[in-house]
């Protein structure tokens, strides 16, 4: 079994600052991981994925994050926020080659900008 | 050309009814899903299913099934609704286990 932890419910951040938000996973086998963010009212979009490779990995609107293996952490960063990234972002893992299995998502985490 | 698709948007029900809830995907996928987002935005897992497997999630009462009529349709049946039930349901897919891709969600409201 996994489990996600996001270590923060709630981050608010000035318009143009950069931000960082905290991903932590426990998983007894390899792991897929994933980042994906929601828009009020709306579906989850795919902001960015590891799944083997580069520890770095880039995603949409700017985002990216490290795959940190010994730290069991994925944190999602970008270098300069707009007002536009306002909405609630989630962490989620999945068994690598995992046939149906599905996503084990964390709590979320709301990021607010602030103008 | 929506990739997953969800009918209804919205429902709102009287409790103790059956409802379904419909989930189409036109991307080819071999995998489709169900999660349930809870009122603190709590996202969970409830089915996954593909041809050879369906895995539920223990937690889930049997009141909730999944119906597939074919590989690109995986539908929610839900009987004796309870005002507990009252949550956003998200269809997903995929593909060999990599990223999902989610539908826009169905808002079901028990009264």
């Known amino acids: 079994a996994q489990s996600v932890t996001q270590l923060d419910s709630q981050v608010p951040v000035f318009e143009e600052a950069p931000v960082e938000l905290r991903c932590n996973y426990s998983s007894s086998v390899s792991v897929y991981l994933f980042w994906y963010v929601q828009y009020p009212n709306q579906g989850l979009q795919l902001l960015l994925k590891y799944l083997s490779g580069s520890t770095l990995v880039k995603g949409i609107n700017g985002f990216e994050a490290e795959f940190n293996k010994s730290q069991t952490s994925f944190h999602l960063r970008k270098p300069s926020v707009h007002i536009s990234d306002t909405a609630e972002y989630f962490c989620?893992?999945?068994?690598?080659?995992?046939?149906?299995?599905?996503?084990?998502f964390g709590k979320g985490t709301h990021l607010i900008i602030q103008p | 050309d929506t990739a997953v698709s969800q009918t209804p948007k919205y429902l709102v029900t009287q409790m103790g009814n059956d409802k379904s809830i419909k989930c189409e995907q036109n991307l080819g996928h071999d995998t489709m899903y169900w999660y349930k987002q809870d009122s603190k935005k709590f996202l969970k897992i409830m089915f996954s299913?593909?041809?050879?497997?369906?895995?539920i999630n223990e937690t889930v009462p049997n009141r909730f099934s999944p119906k597939s009529p074919d590989k690109a349709h995986l539908n929610l049946h839900i009987n004796s609704l309870e005002l507990g039930d009252s949550a956003v349901y998200f269809c997903?897919?995929?593909?060999?286990?990599?990223?999902?891709?989610f539908g826009p969600g169905t808002r079901l409201t028990v009264t």
């Open positions: 989620a893992v999945g068994r690598a080659r995992g046939g149906a299995d599905g996503l084990t």
């Open positions: 997903a897919s995929s593909q060999n286990s990599y990223e999902q891709y």
């Open positions: 299913y593909n041809n050879k497997e369906l895995i």
